[in-house]
């Protein structure tokens, strides 16, 4: 479903991607860990058209996507869901959620999959008609991953989706994204907690100061001595 090759990018004169290649199978649940800074995030900006790649190619579905607008990327059927949220404070969850549809123009379909997507998350229904800014922060996850879901996407790029989270929230965030593979939607995970992204995982990327540095099946990087020693703690 998405290839990247020998993809480069930097923010001015600091560099954050070195050459990555990696690859997303239909219906995967792949995930990215690394440290802070080690281009996990950038990735996912790149593929998404928020940071312009000075190299390579991004390959979508078989089109390439590196020189498109990110508009045109979320419409092809890839919808970013960011770190820290980013709901709009100062609209309703509704709101919010009608946001993440803006790029469709199926009136009807949007009222239904609203619906559902209130009917996977309960307390967005109950706060509908609620300030997103005064959520609890697990609520505003759960908004912000529902709002991705509006645009119908085949590709979902998550990016530290438990950051910030009590423990308990962290289990539903977690659970949310386990169905969302199963409905069948693939998945790219960024995330901090790399134990619990590599157990529910297919595949894993780690990545170092902007490389891919290893690869593999998730099962087999949880049993990787340096992967342990330096991202799970053991």
């Known amino acids: 479903m998405l290839k990247i090759e020998s993809v480069a990018a930097a923010y ?24 802070n800074g080690a281009g996990k995030s950038s990735t996912l900006r790149a593929i998404s058209g928020l940071l312009r790649p000075s190299a390579g190619r991004i390959v979508f579905e078989g ?4 020189n498109l607008e990110p508009a045109t ?52 229904a109950e ?26 996407p085949r590709l979902i790029l998550l990016d530290e989706p438990s950051l910030g989270l009590a423990p308990a929230i962290v289990d539903a965030t977690f659970a949310i994204i386990a169905g969302i593979r199963r409905e069948g939607t693939t998945v790219l995970l ?8 590599l157990r529910m995982a297919d ?18 990087l949880l049993a990787d001595d340096h992967v342990r020693r330096a991202y799970l703690g053991a």
Request: proline share 3%; aromatic share 4%.
């Open 12 to 35: 001015g004169p600091v560099t954050a991607l070195r050459g990555i290649d990696l690859a997303v199978a239909s219906g995967e649940l792949v995930c990215l860990i690394g440290a």
């Open 203 to 220: 595949r894993g990327y780690v990545m170092e100061t902007g490389r891919v540095v290893l690869e593999g099946r998730a099962a087999d």
């Open 63 to 66: 089109r390439e996507i590196q």
């Open 73 to 124: 990327i979320l419409k092809s059927g890839i919808a970013h869901c960011p770190e820290g949220r980013r709901v709009f404070p100062h609209l309703t969850v509704h709101e919010n959620l009608a946001m993440g549809a803006y790029v469709r123009r199926d009136r009807h379909a949007v009222a239904a999959d609203i619906e559902r997507v209130c009917s996977h998350f309960p307390i967005l």
């Open 127 to 152: 706060r509908r008609r609620q300030m997103a800014g005064t959520l609890s922060g697990g609520e505003q996850q759960m908004l912000a991953i529902g709002r991705s879901l509006m645009s119908r």
């Open 190 to 197: 960024v995330e901090q907690n790399a134990y619990r992204a």
